[in-house]
C-alpha cells in the first residue's frame, strides 16, 4: 500500500502559476504509476494527468495539456503538478492517486491524498 498526502493548493489569480506536491510513504513508491485528477463543484471528477512509475510515459487531459506539467522523484516518494496559465475553469479540488500502471480512469487507483483546493480568480 502507500498513503499520500497533498500540499500546495491556493488562491491564484488567472494566468498565475501553482505547483502540488505529494508526499508518498511506502518501500514500493518507485512501482507505482501516479496520477492527478479534480472535481469541480456539480461536477464529475475528471482527469488531469497521469505518469508510469519511471516517469518515461506522461498522458494529459486535453484541457490542461500545455499548461499542466506532471513530474515525478522517486529518491523522494513524491509527484508533483506544475500548473501554469491557469484559468478560472481549473478550479477545483485536485486529488493525487496510485496505481499499478498509468490510467486515465479514476475507477484504476486504488490509493488517493486528501484533496486540496486549488481556486483560480478571474
Known amino acids: 500500500q502507500v498513503q499520500v498526502v497533498q500540499s500546495g493548493g491556493g488562491l491564484v489569480q488567472a494566468g498565475g502559476s501553482l505547483r502540488l506536491s505529494c508526499a508518498a510513504s511506502g518501500r514500493t513508491f518507485s512501482s507505482y504509476a501516479m496520477g492527478w485528477f479534480r472535481q469541480a463543484p456539480g461536477k464529475e471528477r475528471e482527469f488531469v494527468a497521469t505518469i508510469s512509475s519511471g516517469g518515461g510515459i506522461t498522458y494529459y487531459a486535453d484541457s490542461v495539456k500545455g499548461r499542466f506539467a506532471i513530474s515525478r522523484d522517486n529518491a523522494k516518494n513524491a509527484v508533483y503538478l506544475q500548473m501554469n496559465s491557469l484559468k478560472p475553469e481549473d478550479t477545483a479540488v485536485y486529488y493525487c492517486?496510485?496505481?499499478?500502471?498509468?490510467?486515465?480512469?479514476?475507477?484504476?487507483?486504488?490509493?488517493w491524498g486528501q484533496g486540496t483546493q486549488v481556486t483560480v480568480s478571474s
Open positions: 492517486a496510485a496505481t499499478s500502471s498509468v490510467s486515465t480512469s479514476s475507477h484504476e487507483y486504488p490509493y
